[in-house]
């Protein structure tokens, strides 16, 4: 007899949570009112350009939250809940299924292509390369040119970073995938499927660690502290469709299907965020519920270039799909540019078989991704250059950032201060600094009066 499946939170310890999804739909509506008719017929045909059929979905922080409450096993490729008794699985093939984005391994890249010879960055964005998701819908919204693929481009990376990658306010989205916009077929054909399931996942992974003990913490000392509040990267609206599709008692009163549109994200709608006693009630107090524990492809499914990679597998084999480092670009699987319209085999949609453990990954994945560390390097050289300032203020010298140091009547990258106090005969003293970017900076002490401070490019 199998153990009895227990969720990693004790159902004693559960809390009130509220989720702010970091990504938005707002883009969406934004790219049909801005593109021009053959501008939105180009990006239709892209890999983002189905999601322009997608209808109207709120974001219901209770619903996910719930389900986080309930995760029973999880690690870099899938989670697992429990919900009513029953386990379900969401992994990055119920991911491809519901989103249709190509999920495939890395190809190797040279972002260095180029289709033309003046880049979105100079033509719309005047150069600048540091933008937040913000600051880029920004420049979107603003941005006016008579060249329909270049506009494009920029549409697509406004659609990649607000909706399917989701971040924090404040962190810069990666200049690589600014480069790589330049180069249509390259990007068009990069797997932001995976991309965007490892960001989902890796957040929802962490979104409760230690939430119990800071919210019993916070209870204790406050008493009117009533929720926890936290945040979900990436495309949480993939995680919310999936328990849709997983969960049938969801529907019709928390969500409505309407039709059989591939990829299923299409199909559903969502008007009204439902309240967290009724979903409760409803669901998740019962002590049976009907859930899917994997979702298949059907027929039809099965021949979308988004599920090739997952078709020529069965059973534990399915790891070699994903059972990879994830820095190792290597296989490129093209994404799906048709698929509307289409309908699906209900009866094969779904299955309530005993789940398989799929994933056994040869080696761990690297929790952060490279675009993740250059934003974490940024901010911390802004720190580093903060600190400067505050330690080179008390000898009354204002420190300004390497590159940007002002040309002086002492020559160019030259900053000097002489007091005009008195001047002390004593031996000058050198200090040589590194700063984050690894240049040396080199700090003269004339006695304590006289300061002098030379970048050493």
Known sequence: MAPKLQTKIKESEFFPGKITCLSTLRPIENIKLKLTERQEKLF???????????????FSSHLCHKMLL??????DYEMRFLVGGSEGRFSMKEFALITGLNCGKYPRLDISQKDEDETVCDALLNGETRFTNQQLEKAFLAADTANDMQMVKLAMLYFLECVLLGKERKVLIDTSHMRMVDHFETFNNFPWGRKSFNVTLSGMRRAL???????QAKQATKPAH???KYS????PYSFQVWAYEAISVLTPTFAQKEGHTLPRILNWKAMSIPKETQLEKEVFSKKTVKVYQMLNPTKTEKEKAYMQCWMHLTGDNVQEAVAEDDNELQLLVSG????????????DAYSDAPSQKIFSPPRPQKNAELGEIKNQLDRLEEKVDQILQLLLAKKSLSYQPPFQLQESVYGNNTMRRKSKKRKRSSRAKNVVMTDIRG?????S???GDNLEMTDSL
């Open 232 to 235: 979900l990267l990436g495309f």
């Open 336 to 347: 799906d540019k048709d698929g509307h319209g289409e309908e699906l085999e209900e009866l």
């Open 445 to 447: 002490e004339n006695g």
């Open 226 to 228: 009533k929720e926890e």
């Open 70 to 75: 309930r995760e029973v096993s999880s690690n």
């Open 44 to 58: 239709k045909n892209s890999c983002f350009g189905h999601f322009l059929d997608m209808k109207e979905v709120q």
């Open 209 to 215: 660690k230690n939430r119990v003990q800071k919210f």
């Open 439 to 443: 240049n040396d900076l080199v700090v």
